[in-house]
């Protein structure tokens, strides 16, 4: 699943990974009531992911329980007709696992549906290896949330190649999801420090994109701008700036563009690419860029962490802590300690639930140590004061 991942821990939902939720199609034959009880429980638990913002979370994950325990017994008796959609309705609660972060329960639910769609692509390959692929993909996600990074590896790589032999028959269907594994792939290279690998991937999927969106902009003009700011990202960690602003600020135009017309959808990623290009600004000496870099991306992130604060919380702290450094570069002591405390405080509101965010909160109490000693303060040309390191990109 900015590199959008899907909420995790300690990172933003700010890289794009994709995932596979929706089907066009859900036909089941059932008995005419029942039919219309479990198809009216599935929609509410389709509905649910286009109305994200709202977290209808709860109720998509209990729609989807029933009806998932009804097409179990129904597929008990004919397993011919119903394991199919067993192995549907489990990829999509996989997914709804992610994002309500029960982690455990979205591996057991891909990897039963995997199980089942492996089972089924071993008599139908044509039917049922784009969706082995599929689920393949969304357990690559998983393992990014859970650090199983060896896995995920695995895991995409399985797809791509399915999704590559894929494409050769069928480009129009399939190049789509060879972009998106290849995306993924991206940001796991970039992550795990396969820096190289990361850029291949995500030139590849950049090319696949452009060309996609050059023939249907309202599709994947959005798809670009994630894989920009993958690349934007991918350009920081190497030092690349150059094209770090380039990619970077492309992807800024796409958004804001995006953002006018849907701003609930799409004013997240503004202000991620605010915040990426705020550290840019910061590591090329572009300081007032970087100020109004940040300090809009701020503004952003505290209109929608009022909305939504479980989401938005922790961006708020990561931008804070990109301008309590700019700060301390700047001479703007005072404003670096009001911009860190107030990280802090976050952080450790956020910490209460989730321990992951203790290293936030240790690295942002040395640094406020360090900023109100006296020495901290003494400001000579050969003594500048040290903002802590690595910028909070995403």
């Given at each position: 699943?900015?590199?959008?991942?899907?909420?995790?821990?300690?990172?933003?939902?700010?890289?794009?990974?994709?995932?596979?939720?929706?089907?066009?199609?859900?036909?089941?034959?059932?008995?005419?009531?029942?039919?219309?009880?479990?198809?009216?429980?599935?929609?509410?638990?389709?509905?649910?992911?286009?109305?994200?913002?709202?977290?209808?979370?709860?109720?998509?994950?209990?729609?989807?329980?029933?009806?998932?325990?009804?097409?179990?017994?129904?597929?008990?008796?004919?397993?011919?007709?119903?394991?199919?959609?067993?192995?549907?309705?489990?990829?999509?609660?996989?997914?709804?696992?992610?994002?309500?972060?029960?982690?455990?329960?979205?591996?057991?639910?891909?990897?039963?549906?995997?199980a089942i769609r492996r089972d089924l692509a071993a008599q139908n390959p044509t039917a049922y290896r784009p969706s082995v692929a599929q689920t393949l993909n969304n357990l690559g996600i998983l393992y990014i949330n859970t650090g199983h990074l060896a896995d995920a590896e695995?895991?995409?790589?399985?797809?791509?190649?399915?999704?590559?032999?894929?494409?050769?028959?069928?480009?129009?269907?399939?190049?789509?999801?060879?972009?998106?594994?290849?995306?993924?792939?991206?940001?796991?290279?970039?992550?795990?420090?396969?820096?190289?690998?990361?850029?291949?991937?995500?030139?590849?999927?950049?090319?696949?994109?452009?060309?996609?969106?050059?023939?249907?902009?309202?599709?994947?003009?959005?798809?670009?701008?994630?894989?920009?700011?993958?690349?934007?990202?991918?350009?920081?960690?190497?030092?690349?700036?150059?094209?770090?602003?380039?990619?970077?600020?492309?992807?800024?135009?796409?958004?804001?563009?995006?953002?006018?017309?849907?701003?609930?959808?799409?004013?997240?990623?503004?202000?991620?690419?605010?915040?990426?290009?705020?550290?840019?600004?910061?590591?090329?000496?572009?300081?007032?860029?970087?100020?109004?870099?940040?300090?809009?991306?701020?503004?952003?992130?505290?209109?929608?962490?009022?909305?939504?604060?479980?989401?938005?919380?922790?961006?708020?702290?990561?931008?804070?802590?990109?301008?309590?450094?700019?700060?301390?570069?700047?001479?703007?002591?005072?404003?670096?300690?009001?911009?860190?405390?107030?990280?802090?405080?976050?952080?450790?509101?956020?910490?209460?639930?989730?321990?992951?965010?203790?290293?936030?909160?240790?690295?942002?109490?040395?640094?406020?140590?360090?900023?109100?000693?006296?020495?901290?303060?003494?400001?000579?040309?050969?003594?500048?004061?040290?903002?802590?390191?690595?910028?909070?990109?995403?």
């Amino acid at each position: 699943m900015r590199r959008r991942l899907f909420p995790r821990s300690g990172r933003p939902p700010n890289r794009t990974l994709d995932v596979a939720l929706r089907r066009d199609n859900y036909q089941v034959l059932l008995p005419p009531l029942l039919e219309a009880f479990v198809e009216a429980i599935f929609n509410c638990g389709r509905a649910a992911p286009d109305t994200a913002r709202e977290r209808n979370y709860t109720e998509a994950e209990r729609g989807w329980e029933v009806a998932l325990h009804l097409l179990r017994d129904l597929a008990a008796q004919n397993p011919a007709a119903y394991r199919p959609n067993v192995a549907d309705t489990l990829n999509d609660l996989g997914i709804l696992y992610i994002i309500t972060r029960r982690l455990v329960d979205a591996e057991k639910a891909f990897s039963e549906a995997l199980a089942i769609r492996r089972d089924l692509a071993a008599q139908n390959p044509t039917a049922y290896r784009p969706s082995v692929a599929q689920t393949l993909n969304n357990l690559g996600i998983l393992y990014i949330n859970t650090g199983h990074l060896a896995d995920a590896e695995k895991a995409f790589s399985e797809a791509l190649t399915i999704r590559r032999d894929l494409a050769t028959q069928n480009p129009a269907a399939y190049r789509p999801s060879v972009a998106s594994t290849l995306n993924n792939l991206g940001v796991l290279y970039t992550d795990t420090g396969q820096l190289a690998d990361a850029e291949k991937a995500l030139s590849e999927a950049l090319t696949i994109r452009r060309d996609l969106a050059a023939q249907n902009p309202a599709a994947y003009r959005p798809n670009v701008a994630d894989t920009l700011n993958n690349l934007g990202i991918l350009y920081i960690d190497t030092r690349r700036l150059a094209d770090a602003d380039k990619a970077l600020t492309e992807a800024l135009t796409i958004r804001r563009d995006l953002a006018a017309q849907n701003p609930a959808a799409y004013r997240p990623d503004v202000a991620d690419t605010l915040n990426n290009l705020g550290v840019v600004y910061s590591n090329t000496g572009h300081l007032a860029d970087a100020e109004k870099a940040f300090s809009e991306a701020l503004t952003i992130r505290r209109d929608l962490a009022a909305q939504n604060p479980v989401a938005y919380r922790p961006s708020v702290a990561r931008t804070l802590t990109n301008l309590g450094k700019l700060y301390i570069i700047t001479d703007g002591l005072a404003d670096a300690d009001k911009a860190y405390s107030e990280a802090l405080t976050i952080y450790r509101d956020l910490e209460a639930n989730n321990p992951v965010y203790a290293s936030n909160i240790a690295s942002l109490t040395r640094a406020l140590a360090e900023l109100r000693d006296k020495s901290s303060f003494s400001r000579r040309p050969n003594n500048p004061a040290t903002p802590p390191s690595s910028w909070q990109k995403f």
